[in-house]
C-alpha cells in the first residue's frame, strides 16, 4: 500500500513569510507524528497526534508553530514569519496507534528560508 | 530523561567488511528501541525494533542487534557490508509521554555509515 506522503518535497521561503507543510499518512494509521531534522540538533520531536487531537504538543519551538489534523488523516504544519533558523528537513510520521508501534516515515520537506 | 548516544558520527570500512554501529541509551524505563536508516534524500526506514522478547534481533537488509540491558547497549551489526549500505544511521528509544499514553522517538545524533570498494 502507499507510504506516508509529504509535500512540498521542497520548499524556499523568503524570511517572515508563513508556510505550510503538508503530510498525509499511511491509511488507518491513527497517530501521527511531525519530527525536525536540522543540522547541529538532529532530529527533534515536535507534534504529535492521536486521531485530530494533539495531546503533546511539547517539541513545538515556539508558537509561530502550529499544526493541525482533519478527519484523522492529512495533517498540516504552519510555521508562520518564518525565519532562517527554521530551515531544516521536516518529517512526518505515522503508526498504528499510539503505543510503541513503530513509525513509518515519509520522505520530508526540506525548507529553506532565505 | 530518557537519551540516546551514537559516539561514532561516522565509520568509514571497506566492501565486504563487518561493521558496528554503537548505541548507548539511558532511561529509567522499559525501553523500546529501534535502528533507522536514512539514504541520501529520502526519509527513514525501518530496519529493526526491540520491543521484548529474544534479545537478538535481525532486520532487514542483512543487519542485526543485541539488546544488552546491563550495558544499556543497542549495538547494530553487519557482517559484510555492501557500497549499497553507504547511508545515515539512526539509533531511537521510544519513550512514554507524560501527558498521556503514547510514545515518542528520542533518537541519536546518527552515525554516517560509508562503505568504500
Known amino acids: 500500500g502507499a507510504g506516508v506522503s509529504q509535500s512540498p518535497s521542497n520548499k524556499v521561503t523568503e524570511k517572515g513569510k508563513d508556510v505550510e507543510l503538508r503530510c498525509d499518512p499511511i491509511s488507518g494509521h491513527t497517530a501521527l507524528y511531525w519530527y525536525r531534522q536540522s543540522l547541529g540538533q538532529g532530529l527533534e520531536f515536535l507534534i504529535y497526534?492521536?486521531?485530530?487531537?494533539?495531546?503533546?504538543k511539547s517539541g513545538l519551538p515556539s508558537d509561530r508553530f502550529s499544526a493541525e489534523r482533519t478527519g484523522g488523516s492529512v495533517s498540516t504544519l504552519t510555521i508562520q514569519r518564518t525565519q532562517q533558523e527554521d530551515s531544516a528537513v521536516y518529517l512526518c510520521?505515522?503508526?498504528?496507534?499510539?503505543?510503541?508501534?513503530?513509525?513509518?516515515f515519509g520522505p520530508g520537506t526540506r525548507l529553506t528560508v532565505t | 530523561a530518557q537519551s540516546v548516544t551514537q559516539l561514532d558520527s561516522q565509520v568509514p570500512v571497506f566492501e565486504e567488511a563487518p561493521v558496528e554501529l554503537r548505541c548507548n541509551y539511558s532511561?529509567?524505563?522499559?525501553?523500546?528501541l529501534f535502528w533507522y536508516v536514512q539514504y541520501p534524500n529520502q526519509g527513514l526506514q525501518l530496519l529493526l525494533k526491540?520491543?521484548?522478547?529474544?534479545?537478538l534481533v535481525k532486520g532487514i537488509n542483512g543487519f542485526e542487534a543485541e539488546f544488552n540491558k546491563s550495558q544499556t547497549s543497542f549495538h547494530l551489526r553487519k557482517p559484510s557490508v555492501h557500497i549499497s549500505d553507504t547511508a545515515e544511521y539512526f539509533c531511537a528509544v521510544s519513550v512514554p509521554s507524560v501527558v498521556d499514553s503514547s510514545y515518542k522517538l528520542i533518537f541519536g545524533s546518527g552515525t554516517r555509515l560509508l562503505v568504500r570498494p
Open positions: 532511561s529509567s524505563v522499559s525501553v523500546y
Open positions: 526491540y520491543l521484548s522478547g529474544s534479545t
Open positions: 497526534f492521536q486521531g485530530n487531537s494533539a495531546p503533546d
Open positions: 510520521a505515522s503508526s498504528l496507534g499510539a503505543g510503541a508501534y513503530e513509525q513509518y
